[in-house]
């Protein structure tokens, strides 16, 4: 079974691979463990099925792709037991657009703590920005949120099976609640989780500069429960590749976002995600990026290279980037972001951190994640999803090494 944004985007490309049995696109991935079990073959998914793949109004209508088998081809309504591993493969893809909210499983289902102690909740997908060189918005749909009771349940099942600590998630998170009636801010969101579950930590991932409120930060910054962790988008922090991609921000705009997150939260990890080798960038336009970037108080940074998309704006841009000099960019900036991080790492060493344990490993350590987001390496073996204070020895090669103080009790 093949599910996710390439199913999405191109079923049949996929459905014509041997040793694939089900093409699953976004539009059906909440269903995929009733159709793994056999249960998606029942009346009432078949003819869903059926017309979907029958309709010429799905992807097709959107002019983001195949809309999957078409009405003239077999329709391989049969067992899963007795279906060949051939293609074509059953197609099960519909039109994302059709979704106005969010649809997902139990985030927790099949988890096991000692295998995972940070589970993601997903609360929001989908973006309704058009950035030049993104093709999430043809194959996730349109922004949606999870509704705001069903968010609290979800978190209240979590802490009812054991973890501690929660990363809020979404491909928009910045956005959730904005489809809501009446309309909601993610603030609200992260207040409502604070009052209403037990929780004990809360660490919220990516979200783009312009939805980093003042009252957003004034409420990270203020409650233990929130990890110090700020990931804000950059891209570029040249202002006219920015333009070209379609950013809804300028380099200043970004700049007085990181003062004010920094000032606020002197010892939080911020991060972004950085791109090399757009369209137009010249050496002069990354110097002015690499510039940028070397005097925002980063911690780390997720640095990509740019690959065309087919069909979005940036795919037929003029000036495409050579991939070896694009390569070499992403070099010189990983440099940058490793040197950033040693910095930051080496100002803890002889303080103490608060931290989440992960694992255990053979050799006698124990790994764990510190609420500013830093890797540490806890001597001795502890039990996976501890909430200890520590104290820094030294710095390793990516990561700091600490001995435990004792457990941290949070008050809820």
Same mark, same amino acid.
């Given at each position: 079974?093949?599910?996710?944004?390439?199913?999405?985007?191109?079923?049949?490309?996929?459905?014509?691979?041997?040793?694939?049995?089900?093409?699953?696109?976004?539009?059906?991935?909440?269903?995929?463990?009733?159709?793994?079990?056999?249960?998606?073959?029942?009346?009432?998914?078949?003819? &869903?099925?059926?017309?979907?793949?029958?309709?010429?109004?799905?992807?097709?209508?959107?002019?983001?792709?195949?809309?999957?088998?078409?009405?003239?081809?077999?329709?391989?309504?049969?067992?899963?037991?007795t279906v060949a591993l051939?293609?074509?493969?059953?197609?099960?893809?519909?039109?994302?657009?059709?979704?106005?909210?969010?649809?997902?499983?139990?985030?927790?289902?099949?988890?096991?703590?000692?295998?995972?102690?940070?589970?993601?909740?997903?609360?929001?997908?989908?973006?309704?920005?058009?950035?030049?060189?993104?093709?999430?918005?043809?194959?996730?749909?349109?922004?949606?949120?999870?509704?705001?009771?069903?968010?609290?349940?979800?978190?209240?099942?979590?802490?009812?099976?054991?973890?501690?600590?929660?990363?809020?998630?979404?491909?928009?998170?910045?956005?959730?609640?904005?489809?809501? &009636?009446?309309?909601?801010?993610?603030? &609200?969101?992260?207040?409502?989780?604070?009052?209403?579950?037990?929780?004990?930590?809360?660490?919220?991932?990516?979200?783009?500069?312009?939805?980093?409120?003042?009252?957003?930060?004034?409420?990270?910054?203020?409650?233990?429960?929130?990890?110090?962790?700020?990931?804000?988008?950059? &891209?570029?922090?040249?202002?006219?590749?920015?333009?070209?991609?379609?950013?809804?921000?300028r380099p200043w705009h970004?700049?007085?976002?990181?003062?004010?997150?920094?000032?606020?939260?002197?010892?939080?990890?911020?991060?972004?995600?950085?791109?090399?080798?757009?369209?137009?960038?010249?050496?002069?336009?990354?110097?002015?990026?690499?510039?940028?970037?070397?005097?925002?108080?980063?911690?780390?940074?997720?640095?990509?290279?740019?690959?065309?998309?087919?069909?979005?704006?940036?795919?037929?841009?003029?000036?495409?980037?050579?991939?070896?000099?694009?390569?070499?960019?992403?070099?010189?900036?990983?440099?940058?972001?490793?040197?950033?991080?040693?910095?930051?790492?080496?100002?803890?060493?002889?303080?103490?951190?608060?931290?989440?344990?992960?694992?255990?490993?053979?050799?006698?350590?124990?790994?764990?994640?510190?609420?500013?987001?830093?890797?540490?390496?806890?001597?001795?073996?502890?039990?996976?999803?501890?909430?200890?204070?520590?104290?820094?020895?030294?710095?390793?090669?990516?990561?700091?090494?600490?001995?435990?103080?004792?457990?941290?009790?949070?008050?809820?």
């Amino acid at each position: 079974m093949v599910t996710g944004c390439y199913a999405q985007r191109a079923p049949k490309e996929i459905a014509a691979l041997p040793g694939v049995t089900w093409v699953v696109g976004n539009s059906h991935k909440h269903r995929v463990a009733e159709i793994a079990a056999g249960k998606g073959l029942e009346p009432e998914l078949k003819a &869903q099925v059926h017309e979907e793949n029958s309709s010429q109004n799905g992807l097709e209508h959107h002019g983001f792709g195949d809309p999957g088998i078409s009405s003239s081809e077999p329709q391989n309504f049969v067992s899963l037991e007795t279906v060949a591993l051939s293609a074509p493969a059953f197609t099960l893809v519909g039109d994302i657009f059709a979704h106005t909210e969010l649809i997902a499983a139990p985030v927790f289902a099949g988890d096991s703590i000692a295998e995972r102690t940070r589970p993601n909740l997903k609360v929001q997908d989908g973006c309704d920005n058009r950035c030049s060189f993104c093709i999430i918005p043809s194959v996730r749909g349109q922004s949606r949120s999870m509704k705001l009771d069903r968010v609290i349940q979800e978190a209240k099942a979590l802490v009812a099976a054991g973890y501690r600590e929660i990363v809020l998630s979404g491909i928009n998170l910045g956005r959730w609640g904005r489809d809501c &009636q009446p309309q909601q801010r993610f603030e &609200q969101l992260v207040r409502a989780l604070l009052e209403y579950t037990g929780i004990e930590k809360i660490r919220i991932s990516s979200v783009e500069p312009m939805d980093w409120s003042d009252d957003l930060i004034a409420l990270v910054a203020g409650s233990q429960r929130i990890a110090k962790h700020a990931h804000v988008p950059l &891209q570029s922090g040249s202002d006219r590749i920015l333009r070209r991609m379609h950013r809804k921000y300028r380099p200043w705009h970004y700049a007085e976002k990181i003062r004010k997150i920094r000032e606020a939260m002197p010892n939080a990890a911020i991060g972004a995600d950085v791109m090399v080798g757009f369209p137009g960038e010249t050496d002069e336009l990354f110097e002015e990026s690499r510039s940028f970037i070397e005097h925002m108080p980063f911690t780390y940074l997720h640095v990509f290279t740019y690959s065309s998309r087919p069909g979005t704006p940036s795919a037929a841009m003029p000036d495409q980037v050579p991939v070896h000099v694009a390569r070499e960019r992403n070099r010189v900036l990983r440099e940058l972001a490793a040197a950033k991080n040693r910095a930051f790492r080496q100002s803890f060493v002889g303080q103490s951190l608060e931290v989440i344990t992960l694992q255990a490993g053979g050799d006698g350590w124990t790994e764990a994640l510190s609420d500013n987001f830093l890797k540490v390496r806890l001597a001795g073996r502890h039990k996976a999803n501890e909430i200890l204070r520590v104290d820094i020895t030294e710095t390793g090669d990516e990561d700091l090494v600490a001995v435990a103080e004792k457990q941290v009790v949070l008050a809820v």
